[in-house]
T-cell receptor, first 112, second 113 residues
Framework: DQQVKQNSPSLSVQEGRISILNCDYT??????FLWYKKYPAEGPTFLIS?????DKNEDGRFTVFLNKSAKHLSLHIVPSQPGDSAVYFC???????????FGTGTRLQVFP | DTAVSQTPKYLVTQMGNDKSIKCEQN?????MYWYKQDSKKFLKIMFS???????INETVPNRFSPKSPDKAHLNLHINSLELGDSAVYFC????????????FGAGTRLSVL
């Protein structure tokens, strides 16, 4: 039972354009969401988060949007750069526990 | 200076062997975690310790035993290794009050032959 889903395993975007990575969740009790970025042979690193009291959070080139009614969030990267090429995981803490539930990841490739 | 370090990075072993993976963090965090990333790329929590006390113990075979000698270290010992144990194991740490933002090690790729 995958409570956090990333249905696109991969995405290819040209440098300078917008990258949009999507994530859906099933549990309406989830109220906090995070995006992690992972390079090959490294562990995931925290990128940006959003609380359910907001519908948008921005940090430089990265913006996360949350649509609670649709149980959907997205990560926008503008402009995309080759160094953004990585696997992106969305995650949410399981309600009332210390557990982080991760999606399966989307591999982003930014080409020149 | 690596914040969360795991050793070894690669581990190749035969079925039935016992092996350990070590993890150390120098961030002053009070909580540490072990995750397993399987061939389908699911990243799943296995265990979590807060100040040396076990707080998360997912449905993991008894062959897996975590040990936390102090809050900067969390080791994972695996007995009687099976083919299905082949995966990448990640250690992570955080402050429990901000447990969602976790810092990960580079992973240990375990291959059981």
């Amino acid at each position: 039972d995958q409570q956090v889903k990333q249905n696109s395993p991969s995405l290819s975007v040209q440098e300078g354009r917008i990258s949009i990575l999507n994530c859906d969740y099933t549990n309406s009790m989830f109220d906090y969401f995070l995006w992690y970025k992972k390079y090959p042979a490294e562990g995931p690193t925290f990128l940006i988060s959003i609380s359910s009291i907001k519908d948008k959070n921005e940090d430089g080139r990265f913006t996360v949007f949350l649509n609670k009614s649709a149980k959907h969030l997205s990560l926008h990267i503008v402009p995309s750069q080759p160094g953004d090429s990585a696997v992106y995981f969305c995650a949410s803490p399981s309600y009332n526990t210390d557990k982080l539930i991760f999606g399966t990841g989307t591999r982003l490739q930014v080409f020149p | 200076d690596t914040a969360v370090s795991q050793t070894p990075k690669y581990l190749v072993t035969q079925m039935g062997n016992d092996k350990s993976i070590k993890c150390e963090q120098n961030l002053g965090h009070d909580t540490m975690y072990w995750y397993k990333q399987d061939s389908k790329k699911f990243l799943k929590i296995m265990f979590s310790y807060n100040n040396k006390e076990l707080i998360i113990n997912e449905t993991v075979p008894n062959r897996f035993s975590p040990k936390s000698p102090d809050k900067a270290h969390l080791n994972l010992h695996i007995n009687s290794l099976e083919l299905g144990d082949s995966a990448v194991y990640f250690c992570a740490s955080s402050f429990r009050t901000s447990g969602n933002i976790q810092y990960f090690g580079a992973g240990t790729r375990l291959s059981v032959l």
